[in-house]
């Protein structure tokens, strides 16, 4: 049976969108996601007065107007794996946006609730800050797109790669619950691709109770949605993986809490 929190790609829509979450589909509040895929030449428009986008060139080069600002030549690396930042623009709520593919592009539509609030802004690569996290089999490379530290009003986005054989997001943690200095609520979209593409990850997504308890194969291009609980995922041997979160919740803060059954794992001497 199909896990509820998986989502699939389908066949592209006349606009190229292949893949979407809306807070109705995932029966939540907060996070929006789409995956559009274009062929050069080919645009993609949207916007919203009530919700704020970060448009994210996973891979592919694209113009986008976004209000009345022009970026041009946004993006250029060829696949997500590629050791550089991805463009991206940051769009407020109230501003129209329209992105011409220049070649092919793999096009990450993040979005959140937000009032209408300052200009459409290219997110600078020098902005997107980069650490590694974990060591040995549990080590990760991350990217912070759209971190707390940079100007928007819901949204946080980031990319991380886990080499094959390693596990990321973990130990196990969760922000689902609004406990202040110790968690936030945060809703949270897993976009993830695989190379080769043919391979797959696992990945967990479970409640301390055990009321929510999925363990889901992970396909290229699939995403997961995580509404509450620990959310681990494990790459394996010969298949590297890339994901790209989006989180959102009542505030921009990333507070979590690791399951207290693994948190030895990183308070180890």
């Known amino acids: 049976m199909t896990s509820p929190l998986l989502v699939r790609p389908h066949a592209p829509a006349a606009d190229g969108t292949v893949l979407e979450v809306t807070p109705a589909s995932a029966g939540w509040s907060h996070v929006g996601f789409a995956v559009v895929r274009l062929a050069a030449g080919e645009t993609y428009s949207g916007g919203a007065a009530d919700r704020e986008t ?3 060139l996973v891979a592919g080069t694209a113009d986008v107007q976004a209000g009345d600002a022009l970026f041009a030549a ?14 991206a623009v940051y769009v407020p709520a109230g501003s129209d946006y329209t992105v011409k593919a220049l070649d092919a592009v793999e096009l990450a539509v993040c979005s959140a609730p937000a009032a209408s609030q300052g200009q459409p802004r290219v997110i600078d690569s020098a902005h997107m800050s980069r650490e590694v996290r974990g060591s040995g089999t549990n080590t990760r490379h991350v990217r912070n797109i759209l971190p707390e530290t940079e100007p928007a009003q819901s949204l946080l986005v980031v990319e991380v790669i886990t080499p ?25 979209t897993y976009y993830h691709r695989l190379q080769p593409p043919q391979g797959f990850a696992i990945q967990r ?4 109770d055990r009321s929510l308890d999925e363990t889901i194969s992970v396909e290229d291009g699939n995403v997961v949605m ?4 620990y ?4 790459a394996p041997h ?3 993986l890339y994901y790209l979160n989006v989180m959102a919740g009542p505030h921009r803060h990333w507070v979590f809490r690791n399951d207290p059954a693994h948190d030895w794992i990183v308070r180890k001497v």
């Open 205 to 208: 997504v479970y409640t301390d």
């Open 226 to 229: 995580v509404p509450r609980g």
């Open 164 to 188: 094959g054989g390693h596990w990321s997001s973990y130990p196990p943690h969760k922000h689902d619950t609004a406990t202040p200095g110790e968690e936030t609520l945060l809703e949270e």
């Open 74 to 87: 946004i993006g250029g690396r060829a696949t997500p794996f590629e050791d550089r930042a991805p463009g």
């Open 54 to 56: 970060c448009l994210v």
């Open 231 to 234: 959310h681990p995922v494990g």
């Open 238 to 240: 010969g298949y590297d």
